[in-house]
């Protein structure tokens, strides 16, 4: 097995002859040398293998490419590349799937503010409005604040749910007592963080902290306002 995954490139080109659980074993390895396109045109070139041909059936070539090909690793031309083989060699519906499951990254410099306008196209962030598709807030977003009065003031329930909105948003000031915090979950999506900035009227007030989690029972602190003394409103700090 180490030999395959070492030398990937040129091993794979005949490995439809291994065992299926071998193989399946082999292209998850976290030892696998091979990037994604390359392995994509490997697998791709199977079909016009006509060595190949009486073992496809066995293989499930399309799981195959579903399971271990990540599209968001390669760029447009990669992409265009391997739709070009995969259609030339009779797979062009096959991997028109595996291009509707994918869903490619984006970059953002703010994540809750670009996912409000994802959601509400077209819709300004405010309170009291009428929504016209799921709600920010308790499907994309799940936002907790440690004061269970959070938010109430003079609020209906009504009001207060879309102020707790704009605030998860980022559209509106988050305002909290000494002690407490707010969590923010995003059950739809995974952040891959370059860096973090507030937004305030002059210098960041207090001394606010900010831990990231996969889990959510595993915290990791990536900020911390008392090494960033006088740290003003729009400011980046990288991470």
Same mark, same amino acid.
């Given at each position: 097995? =180490? ?12 490995? #439809? %002859? ?16 091979? /990037? =994604?396109? +390359? ?6 070139? !199977?079909?016009?293998? +006509? ?10 070539? &399309?799981?195959?490419? %579903? =399971? ?6 390669? /760029? +447009? %031309? ?16 096959? #991997?028109? =799937? ?9 970059? *953002? *410099?703010?994540?809750? +503010?670009?996912? !409000?306008?994802? $959601? ?19 499907? !994309? ?6 004061? &269970?009065? #959070? ?7 009504? /009001? ?23 969590? !923010? #979950?995003?059950?739809?999506? %995974? ?18 902290? $900010? ?12 900020? /911390? ?15």
């Amino acid at each position: 097995m =180490d030999v395959v995954c070492i030398n990937a490139p040129v091993a794979l080109r005949k490995a #439809f %002859r291994l065992d299926v659980a071998l193989l399946t074993e082999v292209l998850a390895s976290d030892r696998l040398c091979i /990037d =994604d396109f +390359e392995l994509g045109k490997v697998l791709i070139a !199977w079909l016009q293998d +006509e060595a190949a041909i009486p073992y496809l059936e066995a293989l499930k070539l &399309p799981d195959l490419l %579903r =399971d271990h090909v990540k599209l968001g690793n390669m /760029d +447009e %031309r990669q992409i265009a590349t391997l739709r070009s083989a995969a259609k030339a060699a009779g797979f062009g519906e096959v #991997f028109g =799937d595996l291009q509707r499951r994918h869903f490619r990254g984006k970059h *953002t *410099t703010h994540f809750f +503010e670009d996912l !409000w306008k994802a $959601v509400h196209p077209g819709e300004v962030i405010s309170c009291g409005q009428k929504r016209k598709r799921s709600p920010l807030l308790g499907y !994309w977003i799940n936002f907790i604040p440690s004061d &269970p009065k #959070f938010g109430m003031l003079n609020h209906s329930n009504e /009001d207060r749910y879309n102020f707790m909105e704009s605030v998860a948003s980022g559209s509106n000031y988050l305002d909290l007592a000494e002690s407490h915090e707010a969590t !923010w #979950f995003t059950p739809h999506h %995974r952040l891959y963080l370059l860096g973090l900035s507030f937004r305030c009227s002059g210098a960041v007030a207090g001394s606010p902290q $900010v831990m990231v989690s996969q889990t959510g029972s595993e915290w990791s602190q990536v900020f /911390d306002a008392e090494k960033h003394q006088g740290m003003s409103s729009g400011q980046r700090v990288p991470y």
